[in-house]
C-alpha cells in the first residue's frame, strides 16, 4: 500500500482500538501499580506515544517516585484525533480512562492549541486524572525528548493533584486536593530546560476547565518552535513519493532540453548567482503552483482564530518548501548522472570552446533541474487534489480541514 494510500485509508477509519498495555515491571508486594492510558491519533502521534511507553516507566519511576510501578497502555483513537477544541479532547479522554479503566490518561495532538496568547505545550485537569501534550509546540527538533518532559510534567501534576481512589472508572468527580510535594529532578533534560523553557501557569480560562497549563517560553521562541512543530508533523518527507508523475514529467522534460546545445551553452555562460536565483525561482513557482491548484490555502472562517489561519498556511508554505528541496535535489543528482553518462566530452568540449571540468557538467545539470522543476510545477496540477492533500497534511488536519470544507458546503 502507498504511503497516500495508508494515510487515506487511516482518515476514512471510524475508530480505534488497538491498543497495547507496555512498560510492565517486575512487581514487589510493597510496589503499588499505576495504569497511563496514552490516546494518539494515528501517523506522528501514534509513533511519539510508542516511544513514550517505552521510556516512560523508567522515567516516570525514577523521576515522579519509586513507590508505584507504572503500566502504559496505547490506544490509537482516529475519533479523538479528529477533534480540534482543547475542551473536547479533553472530555473525550476521560470518557476513554473510564472505559478502559486507566488511572491517568494523555491524550497526543498534533494539532497546536492557542489559548490567551500562549503557546500550549500540555493541559492537565487534576480531579479527573486527565491531560493532553500538543506536538506542534514541542518543535520539529528533538521533538520526542521534549515530549517526554511534557509527560512528566503533567504526570507530576496529576499525582501530586489526583487522589488514587477517585480516578478509576465509575469514580465521582471530587475537587482537587492540594498539591502534595513532588521532586522535580533535572538530570535528564539539563540542556532542554535552557533551549526549550516550559513555564508553568495557573490558567484562568472560561472556556477550557484546566487546573494546570504547561506554555512555550520565552513568547518568541514558541511560536517559532510551534511552526516547526506544525511543520514536522505535517511530515513532508512522505509527499515526495506521492508525486512519482511529477518526478517522471520533470526528468523527461530536462532530458529533452539536453540534447539542444543551447542549454549547454547558458550553464556554461551563467555564473553562480544567476543560478541560484533561477533555483530559488523554480522552487517558489512549483510551491506556489501547488497551493493554488489544490486549494491549500486556508481561507478566514467565521469565529476562527487569525493567527492560528496564518500558522497553518504558513506552514503550508514551510512543508511544501521542504517537500520541493527534497524533490529537486533528487532530480538534480539523477540530471548529474544524465549529463555525465550521455553528454561526450569531446562534443561538450567543442561547443563551449574550452576545456571542461567536472564543474562544468554539474552546472548543466544545474541548469536542466531548474528548467524540470518550472515543468514539475506545472505537471504537478495533474495530480488529484486528494492526492496531494493526504500527501502534505497529517492526519488531525487532514480532518480538521475536512470538517471546515462540510462546515461551508
Known amino acids: 500500500m502507498s504511503e497516500v494510500e495508508s494515510r487515506k485509508s487511516l482518515v476514512d477509519e471510524p475508530s480505534g ?6 512498560g510492565s515491571q ?8 499505576t495504569v497511563l492510558g496514552l490516546l494518539p491519533a494515528p501517523e506522528l502521534p ?3 506515544a510508542a516511544h513514550l511507553a517505552q521510556i516512560l516507566p523508567g522515567l516516570l519511576r525514577s523521576e515522579v517516585g519509586e513507590s508505584s510501578d507504572w503500566d502504559i497502555e496505547v490506544v490509537c483513537d482516529p475519533l479523538t484525533g479528529g477533534m480540534g477544541d482543547p475542551a473536547e479532547i479533553l472530555e473525550e479522554a476521560e470518557k476513554r480512562k473510564h472505559q478502559h479503566g486507566w488511572d491517568f490518561v494523555i491524550s497526543i495532538t498534533d494539532l497546536p492549541i492557542l489559548r490567551q496568547d500562549h503557546v500550549v505545550v500540555a493541559d492537565a485537569v487534576l480531579n479527573k486524572g486527565v491531560g493532553t501534550i500538543s506536538l506542534p509546540a514541542t518543535g520539529g ?6 515530549t517526554e518532559r511534557a509527560a512528566v510534567y503533567v504526570l507530576k501534576e496529576l499525582v501530586s493533584g489526583t ?11 471530587k475537587r482537587s486536593q492540594p498539591r502534595k510535594h513532588v521532586t522535580w529532578r533535572t538530570g535528564r533534560w539539563p540542556l532542554l530546560r535552557y533551549l526549550a523553557p516550559i513555564r508553568r501557569i495557573v490558567p484562568h480560562d472560561p472556556q477550557v476547565a484546566v487546573d494546570v ?7 518568541l521562541h514558541a511560536w517559532l518552535r510551534l511552526l516547526e512543530g506544525m511543520v514536522r508533523a505535517n511530515q513532508p518527507w512522505t509527499i515526495f513519493p506521492a508525486f512519482k508523475s511529477v518526478v517522471a514529467v520533470a526528468f523527461a522534460t530536462g532530458a529533452y532540453g ?22 530559488a525561482t523554480s522552487m517558489a513557482a512549483m510551491v506556489f503552483w501547488l497551493i493554488i491548484a489544490h486549494d491549500l490555502w486556508e481561507k478566514q472562517r467565521a469565529g476562527g482564530s487569525p493567527m492560528l489561519m496564518r500558522l497553518y498556511n504558513a506552514a503550508t508554505v514551510l512543508t511544501l518548501g521542504v517537500a520541493v528541496v527534497f524533490y529537486y535535489n ?3 543528482a539523477l540530471f548529474v548522472i544524465a549529463v555525465v553518462l550521455f553528454v561526450p566530452p569531446d562534443l561538450l568540449e567543442s561547443r563551449l570552446g574550452h576545456p571542461i571540468a567536472m564543474l562544468d557538467y554539474v552546472k548543466l545539470a544545474w541548469l536542466a533541474t531548474s528548467v524540470a522543476t518550472i515543468a514539475g510545477a506545472l505537471g504537478s496540477g495533474l495530480e488529484s487534489d486528494e492526492t496531494v492533500r493526504n500527501a502534505t497534511y497529517g492526519y488531525r488536519q487532514l480532518q480538521r480541514r475536512k470538517a471546515a470544507r462540510e462546515e461551508t458546503a
Open 330 to 332: 533528487v532530480l538534480l
Open 17 to 22: 482500538q488497538s491498543g497495547a498495555r507496555r
Open 26 to 33: 517486575q512487581k514487589t508486594p510493597d510496589t503499588a501499580t
Open 213 to 219: 497549563r504547561f506554555v512555550a517560553a520565552p513568547r
Open 46 to 48: 501514534e509513533k511519539v
Open 141 to 146: 527538533i528533538l521533538m520526542h525528548r521534549r
Open 258 to 279: 539536453l540534447i539542444f546545445p543551447t542549454l549547454w551553452q547558458l550553464s556554461d555562460t551563467y555564473g553562480p548567482i544567476r543560478l541560484v536565483a533561477l533555483m
Open 163 to 173: 487522589p488514587r481512589s477517585d480516578n478509576r472508572a465509575g469514580g465521582a468527580p
